[in-house]
């Protein structure tokens, strides 16, 4: 094999992989910007070949983008894998005699984009530690028993895990997180980090004693994060 026949076959193995775990996150992680995975990518290919392979996914019907209002931004299009996302109809809840209730199919829309949205957002986070500290195997959780849990990674061989906590709903949350918790043994513990709306939230959550801990993060989706890290007692 020739040093060109070898290079083009070290070319096609490495977009193959980008390919594949291009789906695969995206998959887990329900919905991913392009500049997500630009930065994912970032150490293995330049970006105009992330965005090659993006576009080959969208003609291969892979990959799914979704219109925001950035998405004349290249770099805040976001994509799906799962294309009854686009469709209204597949957020229509039935009612009585089998006309949409309405409410309820506001709510179901709301709450699943606000899933996808957390999911989205904390993959920042993930990105900020695969950068600082190696990190590796991000999952996504989607759990009705804990639906504030939204992210599990590894550093090393410590696992962190995300959890997101809007203004208000800290009762609602903590006070399952922290009965649980009584009754469980310590042993191998996570590390925890805490997305928020305000600081201001810190205080109510110190109420429940939530072990581990070690970071609050106040974000948007677009990954402008500041950081609080907890200080040790």
Not at 35 to 58: G, N, P, R
Not at 162 to 169: A, D, F, M, P, S
Not at 185 to 191: F, R
């Amino acid at each position: 094999m020739s040093e060109t026949q070898q290079f083009e076959l070290e070319v096609r193995q490495r977009n193959l992989y980008v390919y594949n775990k291009i789906r695969d996150l995206v998959e887990h992680m329900k919905m991913l910007s392009k500049e997500q995975l630009w930065m994912y990518f970032s150490d293995v290919v330049e970006k105009d070949a992330v965005s090659h392979i993006i576009h080959q996914m969208i003609k291969d019907k892979v990959l799914f983008s979704i219109k925001n209002e950035n998405h004349e931004k290249e770099a805040k299009t976001r994509y799906i894998t799962d294309e009854r996302l686009l469709n209204a109809d597949y957020f229509k809840v039935p009612g009585t005699k089998g006309i949409e209730n309405t409410f309820e199919t506001m709510e179901y829309f709301k709450e699943h984009m606000q899933s996808m949205e957390n999911h989205m957002t904390s993959f920042w986070i993930f990105l900020d530690f695969k950068r600082m500290y190696d990190a590796d195997y991000p999952i996504s959780i989607a759990s009705k028993d804990y639906p504030f849990i939204v992210m599990v990674f590894c550093v090393k061989d410590k696992q962190w895990e995300i959890l997101r906590i809007r203004e208000n709903e800290e009762r609602n949350y903590l006070q399952i997180l922290s009965t649980k918790e009584k009754y469980l043994e310590d042993k191998n513990p996570n590390y925890r980090i805490v997305i928020i709306d305000k600081e201001s939230q810190i205080k109510q959550i110190q109420k429940y004693n939530i072990k581990h801990i070690v970071f609050y993060a106040i974000m948007d989706i677009d990954g402008n994060t500041q950081y609080i890290r907890v200080k040790k007692e």
